[in-house]
């Protein structure tokens, strides 16, 4: 197989050449149809149980995405209470509302909130708390009264210090939000400049940060791959000075990068934060093994000798350990496939392709190549490197650094054991993090304004603790409840009862149960007498088991909620909670008179209820909704959390469950977790447990793959070396500095597995042929230290500053890549070339031995 894909190259390059084109062509057409993602909720399973969960809590509550929009003003005497920034707030408020996108019922805003107070004994009056721009200091300080009053506005809609207002914008599809955080940004300028408002506007929420995301890292994606294409170029310049000849591996990583993407687009997969870095991966990694072809390519061409011949040589030298370095590689990456992250499965598959489709190309594209290369341009490209070659930077650095290797072999062997020891501890260390909005720089306007309202309210991030009713009544818990009452029923009312009692096994909830007694107080009309009596008892029957079924009625109920709320208040973890409580403590203290002291739950049922029906009386009755199901089956505690970051929502998760074992829920409550912050601490976990699992199953698949390779059980070990020194040091590295273990940190892992045991594997087979012709370690390691290292590290080099692009990124998982990846480049190729030798010298003279005795 490998000696006729070899002589069709060199006899046919042409058709090499057309297969090129026609693979870079079919697969480019599918480029236009890319269709970007963003959302970390994709980064779970359509059907996991907690998204799904998620999902029906957004639907059921009718809960949406929001973008949030603040006004500060830190310098005003009156903060935001002054008319000029209240004026702007409302003329903005008012041309947001009207945005195509927006769900204008459900917007937060100071000019469409209520102000409840009393209108009367036993009467609570609802008026818009801002329905024109106060013309008056008077008018505006007095909408800062109000506020202060009103809980459910105080630090979400207004902030405690009095010198923000914010706007929470509903959307209906999240993947809108920077088209409409742009519009807002224009709106929000021309309000300020009508009203002469001073303040400064801020925009954030995860929406935005995840939708702005998408936009840059696609404008990111159009320049990252050319600049490491052009600094690929120009590195292989530099090493084999013949653009003739380094036009073939550049042409390779382009045709594997559009191929693959192109490839990946066609299947109808969306390209997330990881796949968008598939080109950047690529670009250098495609360039691999044709640096090494070069490399031996350039060592043994003389002039006089036909190029076909001498690549055929080098081809046949070098295709084995190419094949198992290129096989190695997809494995890390195809070990992605192994967590339980889609998008993190696509971009390990789709990266595996691409190494091996680099590997068919380098095989057949560059003899093609070098076949129609002309004499005078390999000649003088040989003339070029020889004169330098033996004697370059890099050469003498190299052959110092093998000669000390071996000279210091003990030193070594313990340096590289203690900086073992001390990247464990340093994997201990690590904080496994992330948050959307920390994926830009800490000078983007996105983390400026995350850093600015977050200071001001009580917190732009949201969770819900959503609380259910689970063991609602039914048909047969309704029987035994009247069945002292029709025991004794003339037989009109039993016979009546059998026609409208529901069935024993048909679940109840209010509306059915209301029915129910309406039916019953329809026959009292018509009674008289005993069953006068019965039916009238059968409504109080009913109505006991109604008043249960509104759960989230029960005043006992209720303020187990608020309990919780205050605990979570008092433990600094949350800014804020938004609950039905507050709601019914607010009206229920305006009903009693409006003192403070009144500002308490109801002590029943109907207490709550009455304040429930007031408020379905206000200008936005169905904020009623958001907090609790129509049957009062389902409740939802909104949480306002000022920082996004897994780790703090941790935090709020293990509080919670602390209250829990010390104040049970209620009997018959059931509490479970919604919300975007929630789910990125869920899939956070999913991705840690999966990247470890899919890290051990990639190292043992290729520890047995190099065993088969070198046909030694002690080699095989020996070709691990330099990966398991490498990703423990990076780790360790990442522990100590303090860097967050975030999705791009973890995929690492399969970098530096596929590429580590590149080198290692070039490394030993090079050796054992040197030993084998020498007959002597130390001979050997001479020789290996001349071309072989040479080639190890260009290719590191080339690597590594196939990554630096990234580093001009303004998005910092991108920089995060470039950074570690040029890192892990360069600490794999020193393992390699430093900790080999000593590491092999042992191993091979007791293999020697018994042979010279």
């Known amino acids: 197989m490998k000696q006729a894909l070899l002589e069709l190259a060199l006899h046919r390059p042409r058709a090499v050449y057309v297969f090129a084109l026609l693979l870079t062509v079919v697969l480019g057409l599918q480029l236009p149809r890319i269709q970007i993602d963003t959302d970390p909720e994709n980064m779970l399973p359509a059907e996991q149980a907690d998204r799904v969960f998620h999902n029906e809590v957004k639907a059921e509550m009718a809960l949406h995405d929001a973008i949030v929009v603040g006004l500060v003003e830190p310098d005003h005497p009156d903060g935001i209470y002054n008319p000029a920034a209240l004026g702007a707030l409302h003329r903005a408020t008012e041309q947001i509302l009207e945005l195509e996108g927006v769900v204008g019922r459900d917007l937060m805003a100071l000019s469409v909130a209520d102000n409840i107070d009393q209108a009367g004994p036993g009467t609570v009056r609802f008026e818009w708390l801002m329905p024109a721009p106060p013309e008056t200091r008077e008018a505006a300080l007095a909408i800062r009264s109000h506020v202060e009053r009103l809980p459910l506005l105080k630090d979400t809609l207004a902030s405690g210090d009095g010198k923000a207002a914010a706007i929470y914008v509903p959307i209906r599809d999240k993947n809108e939000s920077h088209r409409l955080s742009q519009e807002i940004a224009d709106i929000t300028a021309a309000a300020s400049a009508e009203f002469g408002a001073t303040g400064d506007w801020h925009i954030t929420g995860l929406p935005v940060a995840e939708d702005t995301f998408g936009y840059e890292m696609f404008v990111q994606m159009g320049i990252s791959a050319p600049l490491a294409g052009l600094a690929i170029f120009l590195l292989l310049w530099f090493f084999f000075r013949s653009i003739p000849l380094i036009v073939a591996p550049m042409i390779v990583a382009m045709v594997t990068v559009i191929a693959t993407m192109g490839l990946l687009i066609g299947m109808g997969f969306t390209v997330h934060i990881m796949s968008s870095m598939i080109p950047i991966f690529l670009m250098p990694i495609a360039v691999v ?220 909830d209010g509306e059915r149960l209301t029915a129910v007694i309406s039916a019953l107080e329809d026959r009292l009309f018509e009674a008289d007498g005993d069953a006068l009596d019965a039916l009238d008892a059968l409504v109080r029957d009913v109505e006991s088991l109604a008043s249960e079924s509104n759960y989230f009625q029960q005043p006992e109920v209720l303020r187990w909620v608020a309990a919780l709320q205050a605990d979570l208040a008092a433990s600094g973890l949350v800014g804020k909670s938004n609950a039905l409580p507050d709601l019914v403590k607010t009206v229920n203290r305006e009903l009693r008179g409006g003192d403070p002291a009144d500002f308490s739950i109801p002590d029943s049922v109907p207490g709550v209820a009455q304040a429930l029906l007031q408020f379905q009386s206000s200008h936005r009755p169905q904020d009623l909704w958001h907090m609790v199901a129509p049957d009062f089956s389902r409740a939802v505690v909104w949480l306002q ?213």
């Open 641 to 853: 959390l000022t920082s996004g970051d897994n780790q703090d929502m941790t935090a709020v998760l293990r509080h919670v469950e602390a209250y829990l074992e010390e104040h049970p829920v209620p009997a018959g409550m059931a509490l479970q977790w919604a919300g975007k912050t929630y789910l990125n601490v869920v899939w956070q976990d999913a991705m840690v447990k999966g990247m470890v699992g899919s890290l051990a199953g990639a190292f043992v698949a290729v520890l047995i793959m190099m065993v088969v390779l070198f046909r030694s059980i002690g080699y095989g070990l020996l070709a691990m070396l330099p990966l398991t020194i490498t990703i423990t040091f990076i780790y360790g590295l990442i522990g100590w500095v303090g860097k967050d273990y975030d999705m791009p940190i973890a995929v690492l892992s399969a970098l530096t597995l596929g590429l580590s045991i590149d080198f290692a594997i070039h490394f030993i087979e090079r050796s054992r042929e040197a030993l084998a012709q020498q007959g002597d370690f130390r001979a050997a390691m001479a020789e290996v230290f001349e071309e072989p290292a040479r080639a190890i590290s260009r290719n590191a080099i080339v690597i590594a500053v196939g990554f630096t692009p990234l580093l001009l990124a303004p998005l910092v998982p991108y920089i995060t890549v470039g950074v570690f990846l040029a890192s892990i480049m360069a600490v794999s190729a020193v393992v390699t070339l430093v900790l080999l030798p000593p590491a092999m010298r042992p191993f091979v003279e007791r293999r020697s031995a018994p042979a010279a005795s």
């Open 289 to 508: 093994d044709s640096v090494h072809i070069m490399s031996e390519f350039a060592d043994r061409y003389r002039p006089g000798r036909h190029q076909n011949d001498t690549i055929r040589e080098v081809v046949g030298h070098l295709f084995k350990p190419m094949l198992f370095t290129s096989v190695t590689s997809a494995v890390g990456f195809a070990s992605l496939a192994l967590t339980p992250i889609p998008p993190v499965q696509v971009f390990g598959a789709y990266v595996a392709f691409g190494i091996l489709l680099a590997f068919l190309l380098t095989i057949v594209f560059i003899p093609a190549w070098v076949s129609r290369m002309k004499p005078a341009s390999l000649e003088k490209m040989q003339a070029a490197l020889h004169s330098t070659e033996g004697d370059s930077l890099l050469a003498r650095v190299l052959r110092r650094g093998g000669h000390g290797a071996l000279k210091h072999g003990k030193l070594v062997l313990v340096g590289f054991a203690a900086v073992f020891a001390i990247s464990v501890a340093g994997i201990t260390q690590i904080q496994i993090n992330d948050n959307p909005t920390r994926w830009f720089k800490a000078d983007h306007r996105i983390r400026v304004a995350d850093q600015v309202l977050n200071e001001h309210f009580a917190g732009t991030y949201d969770a819900w603790i959503v609380l259910d009713h689970v063991q609602r009544p039914d048909g047969a818990l309704l029987q035994q409840r009247v069945a002292e009452t029709l025991a004794a029923a003339p037989a009109e009312v039993r016979e009546f009862w059998r026609g409208i009692a529901p069935a024993s096994s048909e679940t109840l």
